[in-house]
């Protein structure tokens, strides 16, 4: 019975034996495998910065790290404050020049221009809702109306205001749409239609003036 019972509990010590040992192996394994695939990517890395480095003209930005004098054609990352570019930079800690004849962006080109006039034409279609909801005294929507696309519509506004008239028209219209936001909140709702009906003719006195 007890050589039964001892050769029980050898049994059982052999069996968990090697459980331990795949479990160790399987650690040292994952680690290892760790190892090698953080190796590879240092390496893949070590591959990638010099070619960025390099980087010819017409390709993307090349970057001087931490350069004192570093290649003049390169950007860099405000390390070098100015000192390894060849034209000046907007700032001490910027990586790019003035703006000036050799930018890449033109104000006032036709682009600009027919993406802030679609701004002007799709807030005429959307002023055009306001009478409505101050007839039906829907307060909410007026100021909705005036806050949810109107931010788009100062910016292109005020960029296409060139002359004193087209200014003063843009003036007139960023008052009209306040006093009607104004009204909207105080629910009165004649003086809220009347300053709807004012913006609503003033943008378009602003767009045939373009």
């Known amino acids: 019975m007890k050589l039964a019972i001892v050769a029980s509990l050898i049994a059982s010590a052999a069996a968990f034996a090697p459980q331990a040992n795949n479990a160790r192996t399987s650690t040292a394994v994952q680690a290892e495998s760790r190892r090698e695939a953080l190796a590879s990517i240092a ?44 034209s000046p930079l907007y700032s001490p800690y910027s990586v790019y020049p003035e703006a000036g ?15 802030k006039k679609g701004f002007i034409t799709e ?38 205001a060139t002359s004193p008239e087209q200014k003063k028209l843009a003036n007139d219209f960023f008052k009209a749409i306040e006093e009607a936001t104004l009204q909207a909140t105080l629910k009165n709702q004649d003086k809220c239609a009347a300053a709807s009906d004012a913006s609503i003719k003033l943008l378009d006195q602003f767009y045939a003036s373009l």
């Open 101 to 115: 004849p050799d930018s890449l962006y033109k104000p006032g080109n036709s682009e600009e221009i027919a993406r």
């Open 43 to 86: 390496a893949a890395g070590a591959v990638i910065l010099p070619a960025a480095a390099n980087a010819a003209a017409g390709e993307s930005p090349r970057f001087s790290v931490f350069g004192v004098i570093g290649d003049g054609g390169s950007y860099s990352e405000g390390a070098a404050y100015g000192t390894d570019q060849s």
């Open 123 to 160: 807030s005429q279609k959307r002023l055009q809702k306001l009478p409505g909801y101050v007839a039906k005294k829907e307060w909410f929507n007026v100021k909705d109306e005036l806050t949810r696309y109107m931010y788009e519509t100062r910016g292109a506004v005020r960029g296409l």
